[in-house]
């Protein structure tokens, strides 16, 4: 398979614009488009540079898994899109979708280093095979008790670890998201050590249920749940999937991860989801499922991904390993 | 200056003393309660099942509590309103006050007991989960004492009450700021990371305070001084 990686004998950095004026000088064309298209147009055209910043754009993906949706109906693309944790843009529920239109995801980098064959920094087609995108309804179950069911789009994420070819050593992925406070509104006031920070065992990584998202309901990812590229591990609660990844590092210790450094006798490192480990200041025994008003689901062990994932603790204390 | 402080006196006691402010000031604290009803008849029925946001429970839940404490605190601003600007007759709304307040506790708990704890019916009802809830986790157990105080103030809010009480509905009545520090905590300890909002509240809460300090500390001043 070939790989590009990008080095910088391509390009002297001399002659690369740094990451600030580029911005700025985007920042410029758009406004002083949307000024000429206003003056101009306004009310004729009807669209706005919003169109070009969306950058929706549909992706092909073939269904690999489904859930029933007799008993897991998928939620709308609404729901699933204006009620986001998402703590650099807000932390009530609905801010992300108000607040991250400014996000600049094109052009987008991720940097893979530590314990790699290949490290270097890649850009979002280096790193997922466009042409093998799979669609995946998944049950999506955050700490807080409430769940969803979304249906992603991406590949697994060991397809992307090959690409890198982790060394032997390598034992835990680090994830890191994007820390860009002039285009994150709640970035001052999210109240958790930034940028935000996840990790996961290699096995873990390893999972072919373990997906890495591009895409949401057959569209490229809105920014608000974490766009361009995101992590999903179904059977763990929502905060370990990282959103907008900007660095993938191969490590051989554990990797530290921001709810459990912000309140570590809240939020562990494993994270699974656990009916009989409840959290300090609530249940985890049942859950919401939105849009509904009761939390009345009693809450599935591993998300009801057990099948395929309990092998992973076998032996593990979970009320430990929490 | 004195005679803008004058008007201004003068402004506040005309609106205080109109007619109908008692009963705009009773349309002012049901609205939040009619709109919220409303808009949960939509989603009940589904005619609008989007009317209280993707999670219409918690939506349901915070604005009724914010609410209650919004009053609350309102509430505990009627005294230091009146002596700071020398309008009595501002006292007539502060039972009325106090009565919303609680009204807006008594479903900000119904919503947690019907939706979280599934007591629409007795059979549903999770007692043993509240019951744990009670005990582990101390933002329960605080919402729960901020409750159990106003509901006490509410049952002796009558005018039966004050006169069989007497000196000790003073005292009892007290219980109030129990009420909202508890009420406070309890909003503390819900939040994960951002803790600004409670914090305004508390600070309000805490000015409130201070000033009965204060106004204790020039009473007694003054009274020296006279003697």
Redesign the interface.
Same mark, same amino acid.
């Given at each position: 398979m070939l790989v590009k990686i990008r080095s910088s004998a391509d390009l002297p950095y001399s002659e690369v614009t740094p990451e600030h004026l580029y911005r700025s000088r985007r920042d410029f064309i758009k406004t002083a488009t949307a000024g000429a298209i206003g003056a101009f147009a306004a009310g004729v055209v009807g669209c706005g540079p919003e169109t070009e910043a969306a950058g929706q754009g549909a992706l092909a993906a073939k269904k690999t898994i489904n859930v029933d949706p007799a008993v897991d109906p998928v939620n709308t693309l #609404?729901?699933i899109t204006?009620?986001n944790n998402y703590?650099e843009f807000g932390?009530r529920?609905?801010d992300p979708a108000r607040t991250s239109g400014r996000l600049t995801t094109k052009p987008w980098t991720v940097k893979v280093d530590g314990l790699v064959d290949k490290p270097g920094d890649y850009g979002l087609e280096d790193l997922i095979d466009f042409k093998n995108l799979e669609e995946r309804v998944y049950r999506h179950r955050c700490v #807080?008790a409430?769940s969803m069911v979304i249906p992603w789009i991406g590949v697994p994420l060991s397809s992307v670890l090959d690409k890198v070819k982790p060394q032997g050593r390598a034992q835990f992925v680090e994830f890191t998201t994007l820390n860009r406070p002039t285009e994150m509104p709640g970035w001052n006031?999210?109240?958790?050590p930034l940028p935000y920070v996840e990790g996961l065992r290699m096995d873990e990584a390893r999972h072919p249920l373990t997906l890495m998202v591009v895409g949401l309901y057959g569209q490229v990812l809105p920014n608000q749940n974490g766009a361009p590229l995101r992590v999903h591990i179904p059977w763990k609660y929502g905060f370990k999937s990282g959103k907008s990844i900007v660095r993938i590092r191969l490590t051989d210790t554990m990797p530290r991860n921001t709810w459990a450094i912000?309140?570590p006798s809240e939020y562990g490192f494993y994270a699974n989801v656990n009916p009989t480990v409840?959290h300090?200041?609530?249940?985890q025994?049942?859950e919401?499922r939105?849009?509904g008003?009761?939390?009345?689901r009693q809450t599935l062990m591993f998300n009801g991904y057990g099948e395929q994932v309990a092998s992973l603790y076998a032996g593990m204390d979970l009320r430990k390993f929490f | 200056m004195r005679s803008a402080w004058r008007g201004l006196q003068a402004a506040l006691a005309a609106i205080v003393n109109w007619r109908f402010f008692k009963p705009a000031v009773f349309i002012a604290c049901a609205i939040d309660l009619v709109w919220l009803s409303y808009d949960f008849y939509l989603?009940w029925t589904l005619k609008d099942?989007?009317a209280l946001?993707?999670?219409?429970?918690?939506t349901l839940l915070h604005e009724t509590g914010q609410t209650a404490l919004l009053i609350l605190l309102l509430t505990l601003s009627v005294t230091p309103f009146r002596r700071i600007f020398s309008v009595n007759g501002i006292i007539r709304v502060r039972r009325m006050l106090g009565v919303w307040s609680f009204t807006y506790a008594l479903a900000h708990l119904s919503i947690y007991l019907g939706?979280?704890?599934?007591c629409f019916s007795a059979a549903g009802c999770?007692w043993h989960?509240i019951w744990?809830?009670i005990g582990?986790?101390?933002?329960i157990f605080m919402g729960m004492l901020a409750f159990t105080c106003l509901l006490l103030l509410a049952l002796t809010s009558t005018t039966g009450w004050v006169r069989r009480l007497k000196k000790n509905w003073t005292r009892l009545h007290r219980l109030v700021y129990v009420a909202a520090a508890a009420a406070i905590t309890h909003f503390v300890?819900?939040q994960?990371?951002?803790?600004?909002e409670p914090l305004e509240w508390g600070t309000w809460l805490l000015g409130l305070l201070l000033f009965r300090i204060a106004w204790v500390v020039f009473k007694r001043r003054a009274r020296t001084v006279v003697a």
């Open positions: #609404e729901q204006t009620y703590y932390t529920k609905a #807080e409430w006031t999210a109240g958790i912000q309140t409840d300090p200041r609530w249940s025994a049942r919401q939105l849009p008003l009761f939390k009345d | 989603v099942t989007s946001g993707v999670d219409p429970k918690k939706f979280d704890q599934l999770q989960d744990q809830d582990k986790r101390p933002f300890w819900i994960k990371s951002d803790i600004r």
